[in-house]
């Protein structure tokens, strides 16, 4: 069974720092590129960030760049999202996600996703 699993929310400070961790199960996603996707209440689901499958290229949606960082362990099929300067409107459940086909996880081309983490950012 292939699994994308998320840890690492919770509740934080405005102006802190978190690492989401997204770890795989189930096959190897080492051809997979992978990344995040949040969503708030009331609102759609969004990109966050996307490392490529080879971990040359980065992607950053603009309300994130700047103060967050995608890595990968290839060991561990673990892709992590570090963010810093959290902000109220960080706040959102955070999704894992691996795509094929789509270096920058185009929505439509997402194959797997986590089944979320949330992100309380209390100001």
């Known amino acids: 069974q292939v699994q994308l699993v998320e840890s690492g929310g919770g509740l934080v400070q405005a102006g802190g720092s978190l690492r989401l961790s997204c770890a795989a199960s189930?096959?190897?996603?080492?051809?997979?590129?992978r990344g995040w996707f949040r969503q708030a209440p009331g609102k759609e689901r969004e990109f966050v960030a996307a490392?490529?499958?080879?971990?040359?290229?980065?992607y950053y949606s603009d309300s994130v760049k700047g103060r967050s960082s995608i890595s990968r362990d290839g060991a561990k099929n673990t892709v992590y999202l570090e963010m810093n300067g959290l902000k109220a409107e960080d706040t959102a459940v955070y999704y894992c996600?691996?795509?094929?086909?789509?270096?920058?996880?185009?929505?439509?081309?997402?194959?797997?996703w986590g089944q979320g983490t949330q992100v309380t950012v209390s100001s």
């Open positions: 996600a691996a795509a094929a086909a789509s270096w920058r996880l185009d929505l439509g081309h997402v194959d797997y």
């Open positions: 189930g096959r190897t996603f080492n051809n997979y590129n």
């Open positions: 490392l490529s499958w080879n971990g040359m290229r980065t």
